[in-house]
T-cell receptor
Framework: AQKITQTQPGMFVQEKEAVTLDCTYDTSDQSYGLFWYKQPSSGEMIFLIYQGSYDEQNATEGRYSLNFQKARKSANLVISASQLGDSAMYFCAMRGGLYSGSARQLTFGSGTQLTVLP | DADVTQTPRNRITKTGKRIMLECSQTKGHDRMYWYRQDPGLGLRLIYYSFDVKDINKGEISDGYSVSRQAQAKFSLSLESAIPNQTALYFC??????????????FGPGTRLTVL
């Protein structure tokens, strides 16, 4: 079974500063994928970034980067230079290896509500 | 136009009514999924389909059924709605050809209230 834990229900950050959102995971799969999604107050789920378990480099997408520490089973999202529009709920999710049964679904954490202060 | 659309976007219904939520996509993806989100929780998988002839139950399929009418269309039905099915429902798609990430892309969601 897979499990995602997000221990920060809410976070505040000052505009233009960087913020780290924590995510730890548990899985018995050797191959897996980790995702971060953003959910603004309007409700849609927006894909931000992906990290594969065998990727040697940390993933980056614009102002988003993923601090992947495999031995610690953590996949923290770092948002640099926060903007007011970054205020949203952020979800960490994982799927199993592409050839395993657990590849058929994403397992989500409970989310972190980020508020960017002007 | 959005790649993944869901109709209706909001729906209020009464206990015992049958209701259908529809999802269509123009992304050309073969895999489609239905999730629900309850307040304060992440998303949980209801059903998924890897092609038109393939339907599979997810983590919380009881009380729901689905139909894959075409590669681009996947509908979710509540045969007899009950109040604890009040939730935000998401459709998602992914592409088998994306063999590296298999990223799922979500529709805008349907907010369902069962009175």
């Amino acid at each position: 079974a897979q499990k995602i834990t997000q221990t920060q229900p809410g976070m505040f950050v000052q505009e233009k500063e960087a913020v780290t959102l924590d995510c730890t995971y548990d899985t018995s799969d050797q191959s897996y994928g980790l995702f971060w999604y953003k959910q603004p107050s309007s409700g849609e789920m927006i894909f931000l970034i992906y990290q594969g378990s065998y990727d040697e480099q940390n993933a980056t997408e614009g102002r988003y980067s993923l601090n992947f520490q495999k031995a610690r089973k953590s996949a923290n999202l770092v948002i640099s230079a926060s903007q007011l529009g970054d205020s949203a709920m952020y979800f960490c999710a994982m799927r199993g290896g592409l050839y395993s049964g657990s590849a058929r679904q994403l397992t989500f954490g409970s989310g972190t509500q980020l508020t960017v202060l002007p | 136009d959005a790649d993944v659309t869901q109709t209706p976007r909001n729906r209020i219904t009464k206990t015992g009514k049958r209701i259908m939520l529809e999802c269509s996509q123009t992304k050309g993806h073969d895999r489609m999924y239905w999730y629900r989100q309850d307040p304060g929780l992440g998303l949980r998988l209801i059903y998924y389909s890897f092609d038109v002839k393939d339907i599979n139950k997810g983590e919380i399929s009881d009380g729901y059924s689905v139909s894959r009418q075409a590669q681009a269309k996947f509908s979710l039905s509540l045969e007899s709605a009950i109040p604890n099915q009040t939730a935000l429902y998401f459709c998602a798609t992914s592409d088998t050809r994306d063999r590296t990430t298999d990223t799922q892309y979500f529709g805008p969601g349907t907010r369902l209230t069962v009175l």
